[in-house]
C-alpha cells in the first residue's frame, strides 16, 4: 500500500491492556495512532469527528460495551476486538469485525491481526482507484434526496462544515449541499487535480487564479492554506513553476 497508512484507535477500560495494544500499534510501520479511550462513551463522542480507519476494541466494559458501540460506528471503521472472553467471537463474526485477539495475545498474534486489517484495506482502496481511474470526471453526491453527477471539472473548491460539505462550482452562485465528511470525500477524489490546503477546505488545482503568500485565490474567494499542508503545497507550487 506504498505510503498509505491506516489511522487507529485503541478502546480498553484496563489501563495495561491500553498501554500494551498502543506499544504494538507503535512498532507497527502501517499503523497510525490517532487516539486511545478509556470507555466507549468517551471514543464514541470523539470519533464522531475524527473519525479512524480501524478501532482496537476491548468488548467487557462498563456502560457501553464493543459489541453495542461496534454497530454504532459508520461502515468505513472497521474492528479488531480485544477481549479476555472468548464466548463473544460469534458475536464479533456478526458485526464483521476483522478479526478477534483474545487476551492475553502477544504481538506476533497482533501483527498477524493488523496485516489481516492491511490486506482488506488494500482490496478497497485498490477497488476505490479502479472506478475512480474509470469514472474520474464525475463524482455522485447525494443532496437533497437525489443523486446528482458533479463533473469534477466544474468543482472550485470544497468546503468542509462539520457533518456537510459545500460543493462551489463554475458558474453557480450557490453550492450543492451535501452530508459527508472531508476525510472520506478527499479518499475519492484524484490527487493529481484536488488537494486539501486546509481542515475546512479542498481545492481544484486546475481553477486556482492566484496564489498570495498563504493564501489561494479561487474565483475571488480568499482560502488560507494553513500549516498543516503547507509543505505539500509548496511541493506541488514549486514541481509546476517555471
Not at 484496563?14 to 486511545?36: C, D, G, I, W
Not at 479476555?84 to 497482533?110: I, M, N, Q, R
Not at 472531508?182 to 484524484?190: D, H, R, Y
Not at 486556482?208 to 480568499?222: A, F, K, L, M
Amino acid at each position: 500500500m506504498s505510503n498509505f497508512k491506516i489511522t487507529c484507535s485503541i478502546v480498553d477500560d484496563e489501563p495495561m491492556a491500553l498501554n500494551l495494544v498502543e506499544s504494538y500499534v507503535e512498532k507497527t510501520p502501517f499503523l497510525e495512532l490517532r487516539n486511545k479511550f478509556s470507555s466507549a462513551l468517551e471514543a464514541m463522542e470523539a470519533l464522531k469527528n475524527n473519525p479512524v480507519n480501524l478501532l482496537f476494541l476491548d468488548i467487557q466494559m462498563p456502560d457501553l460495551t464493543g459489541i453495542e458501540f461496534s454497530k454504532m460506528l459508520p461502515k468505513e471503521t472497521r474492528v479488531i476486538f480485544t477481549t479476555a472472553f472468548d464466548h463473544y467471537a460469534l458475536e464479533g463474526f456478526k458485526v464483521e469485525a476483522l478479526d478477534y485477539l483474545l487476551k492475553p495475545f502477544d504481538y506476533a498474534e497482533f501483527l498477524a491481526a493488523a496485516n489481516k486489517a492491511n490486506t482488506w484495506f488494500e482490496l478497497v482502496k485498490g477497488k476505490r482507484e479502479s472506478i475512480l481511474s474509470k469514472e474520474k470526471e464525475f463524482l455522485f453526491v447525494k443532496s437533497e434526496y437525489k443523486q446528482l453527477r458533479v463533473k469534477l471539472a466544474d468543482v472550485l473548491y470544497f468546503e468542509g462544515l462539520k457533518d456537510y460539505i459545500k460543493i462551489w462550482l463554475k458558474d453557480n452562485p450557490k453550492p450543492i449541499l451535501t452530508l459527508m465528511s472531508l476525510k472520506s470525500l478527499e479518499e475519492e477524489l484524484p490527487d493529481t487535480q484536488f488537494m486539501r490546503v486546509h481542515r475546512s477546505f479542498i481545492v481544484s488545482l486546475n481553477n486556482i487564479d492566484v496564489i498570495e503568500r498563504s493564501q489561494i485565490i479561487i474565483n475571488q474567494q480568499r482560502i488560507t492554506v494553513s500549516e498543516q499542508y503547507k509543505s505539500k503545497f509548496l511541493e506541488y507550487i514549486n514541481n509546476n513553476s517555471l
